[in-house]
């Protein structure tokens, strides 16, 4: 018998049963589950590295290598969202002293700012305004003046709508002898991305987005080049848990014997197996072509409300997550409010340096239709009907 009375009860709450709302998720992400994504949740446990298991996780491997377009043997899942995706490759490539080139035009950029610092190294930022991008030649000037060993690039910055181009910039890093490092948590899959031909070293994404599956697990994968200088540290990375060494042996990308390393989500590995495997039977060019046509419909009746599109350059607007300035006099949150709250449906403000200045809309997979572009719209149209408008 325990020798101590028990000083908390059980909570109240937790006495209820479970509920949750039913809402169309029309934000930046998490997105709603695909309906094959939500059956798999349901399956039953099985043990992390049994047979069967490592099947799964073979079959999301080539999954990824799909999604990528790449031939990466070092591809796998990491067990966390996309933030632990940045960690991993800035902890494996980077190390203390190292100079590493951000490009900073939203909030992505500035958390890989601030992962770098924290590792030890020299972080050179490429400053920009929310809603632009960075060219060749202002690409190469960071490269010739601080000859960073990596250099890292948004595709689909999130806070802002931007669709940053990527031909180009492998090969330019590389003259430099500079990996490149790609964020493409809010692009890949909406958007066109050819990792191997673009020259890409490290490219990651997250599961939450166009996959439709649930947050916790992101997808990574690295090139030769990048893979060698991780095996050619002078140093251990700092963390343990994202030591892509480790995680490679785990995910059998190296050919040897998997060796434990951590308990993987598997209920979580079913869903994006199963989400990489939508992705694959659609088809890569329908999924991008889709996202393309619902983000041009989304804009045309957007801009019919009076509402201005924040990214002006049409080439650079990120199809999976379009950016409006807040109107004149409206206050954003009674906007957001006010679509929840009447129809059910999410968007949502600004982040990071947009935050104030935009609505953000995303049409993430499979509620990229529309159908779901004439639901939030008609909602947005009510919204400025009936939200309070005065001078802010």
Known sequence: MASHQLLVSPPEGLRSPLWVPSRLLLGPGPSNLAPRVLAAGGLQMIGHMQKEMYQIMEDIRQGIQYMFQTRNSLTLAVSGSGHAALET????????????????????????????????????????????????????????????????????????????????????????????????????????????????????SGSQKVLNAPPGTSLISFSDKAKNKIYARKTRPFSFYLDVKWLASFWGCDGTPRTYHHTTSVIGLYGLREALALIAEEGLESSWKRHRETSLYLQQRLQALGLQLFVRDPALRLPTVTTVAVPAGYDWRDIVSYVMDHFAIEIAGGLGPSMGKVLRIGLLGCNATRENVDRVTHALQEALQHCPKGKL
């Open 89 to 204: 490759a800035l902890l494996n490539l980077l190390e203390p002293g190292d100079a590493c080139l951000v490009g900073v035009n939203g909030i992505w950029g500035q958390r890989a700012a601030e992962v770098a610092e924290r590792i030890g190294a020299r972080v050179h930022r490429m400053i920009k305004d929310p809603g632009g991008c960075y060219t060749l030649q202002e690409v190469e000037e960071g490269l010739a003046r601080h000859r960073p060993v990596l250099l890292f690039l948004t595709q689909g910055e999130s806070s802002s709508g931007v669709l940053q181009p990527l031909d180009g910039y492998g090969e330019l890093c590389h003259r430099y002898q500079c990996l490149l490092l790609v964020d493409s948590v809010a692009s890949a899959g909406g958007v066109p991305i050819h990792m191997d031909r673009q020259g890409i070293d490290v490219l990651y």
